[in-house]
């Protein structure tokens, strides 16, 4: 479960080989992205019963706060530090490559609804133009996401400062 503050960004992202790749190159996509706010938390389970009623089922309105990623997918979370108050660069939150398929179910504590459709919002943008700091918080998961070609077994960063070093020693070129 990752507790999200305002600003912070999830990145899904799957691989793709030059055979299924819609333009012949094999790299990276991002399949969907949350803008997170305040009290929204993330989910990561490979159990269903972890889940709220109804939360595995688009049809039930869930649909836009579900992900449901493959093998070989990464997830990568990234937002301001949490320990520190003097610095803002964003850095990198949280980073897993799922060995199996997983459900992300994206949690609120504040749920909204669209004003046109009965179904639950989560992660939509909060302004229609990105701002600097939104491209350089997704730019930091991006990068951390697609550094290493496979990240190996289960390998799961979650602590804000075990995370920044990863991040340090995959720009660096070190695993």
Same mark, same amino acid.
């Given at each position: 479960?990752?507790?999200?503050?305002?600003?912070?960004?999830?990145?899904?992202?799957? +691989?793709?080989?030059?055979?299924?790749?819609?333009?012949?190159? *094999?790299?990276?996509?991002?399949?969907?992205?949350?803008?997170? /706010?305040?009290?929204?938390?993330?989910?990561?389970?490979? !159990?269903?019963?972890?889940?709220?009623?109804?939360?595995?089922?688009?049809?039930?309105?869930?649909?836009?706060?579900? +992900?449901?990623?493959?093998?070989?997918?990464?997830?990568?979370?990234?937002?301001?530090? !949490?320990?520190?108050?003097?610095?803002?660069?964003?850095?990198?939150?949280?980073?897993?490559?799922?060995?199996?398929?997983?459900?992300?179910?994206?949690?609120?504590?504040?749920?909204?609804?669209?004003?046109?459709?009965?179904?639950?919002?989560?992660?939509?943008?909060?302004?229609?133009?990105?701002?600097?700091?939104?491209? *350089?918080?997704?730019?930091? *998961?991006?990068?951390?996401?697609?550094?290493?070609?496979?990240?190996?077994?289960? /390998?799961?960063?979650?602590?804000?400062?075990? *995370?920044?070093?990863?991040?340090? /020693?995959?720009?660096?070129? /070190?695993?």
């Amino acid at each position: 479960r990752w507790p999200c503050r305002a600003g912070d960004y999830v990145l899904w992202l799957r +691989w793709f080989n030059p055979i299924d790749s819609p333009d012949g190159r *094999a790299s990276f996509r991002i399949m969907d992205s949350w803008e997170l /706010r305040d009290g929204d938390h993330i989910l990561l389970t490979g !159990r269903e019963c972890d889940l709220p009623p109804g939360a595995s089922d688009p049809s039930a309105g869930a649909a836009l706060n579900v +992900w449901q990623p493959l093998p070989g997918d990464r997830l990568a979370w990234s937002g301001r530090p !949490r320990n520190r108050h003097d610095d803002d660069a964003p850095v990198l939150l949280g980073l897993v490559e799922c060995l199996e398929p997983i459900v992300v179910y994206g949690d609120s504590a504040r749920p909204r609804t669209h004003p046109e459709f009965p179904m639950q919002l989560f992660g939509e943008p909060t302004s229609e133009e990105l701002t600097p700091h939104a491209y *350089a918080t997704m730019g930091v *998961a991006w990068k951390a996401a697609i550094s290493q070609p496979a990240m190996g077994a289960g /390998r799961d960063v979650n602590d804000p400062e075990d *995370a920044l070093n990863l991040f340090r /020693r995959l720009i660096a070129g /070190r695993p």
